[in-house]
């Protein structure tokens, strides 16, 4: 009875381990900015999913590993965040880096060109324009 219990209690936190370790099933980005928004994978391949100004959108999370295929390290994909990537001119933020087996983005907040990256969560962005001194 006492080896049941231990082997149920064993299954049970090994269950409760990798849901709380799961990755997400989407990376979800809230742009709450005027333009479009895009990350480039090392800074070389554009996401075939822009962020639309105004808009959330979700990519799935298989998309995204494949899109970080073979530019990995240690299990991690860099990618280079732009604003006005429908534009012959993109204005870089900056780059965030994803643990593809946890989701986490790192840093937990970006800033640069006028534009902040907050990562909400495991696999989640919200994109916002900074004050202009023309706001004030």
């Known amino acids: 009875m006492n080896l049941l219990l231990k082997s149920i209690t064993t299954v049970t936190l090994s269950l409760a381990a990798t849901a709380a370790l799961a990755t997400p099933k989407f990376l979800i980005t809230h742009n709450e900015t005027d333009v479009e928004s895009n990350a480039w994978v090392d800074n070389i391949v554009p996401s075939t999913h ?36 429908n534009t012959d001119r993109p204005v870089p933020v900056g780059q965030v880096t994803m643990d593809l087996s946890s989701g986490e983005i790192t840093p937990k907040e970006l ?15 919200t994109l ?3 004050p202009t001194d023309n706001d004030a």
């Open 50 to 85: 822009p962020t639309k100004a105004k808009q959330t959108s979700k990519v799935s999370w298989v998309e995204v590993r494949m899109a970080c295929s073979g530019r990995t390290k240690a299990g991690k994909c860099s990618a280079v965040i732009y604003m006005k990537s």
């Open 128 to 130: 916002k324009a900074l």
């Open 111 to 125: 800033v640069g060109n006028g534009y902040q990256v907050t990562i909400n969560g495991f696999g989640e962005t």
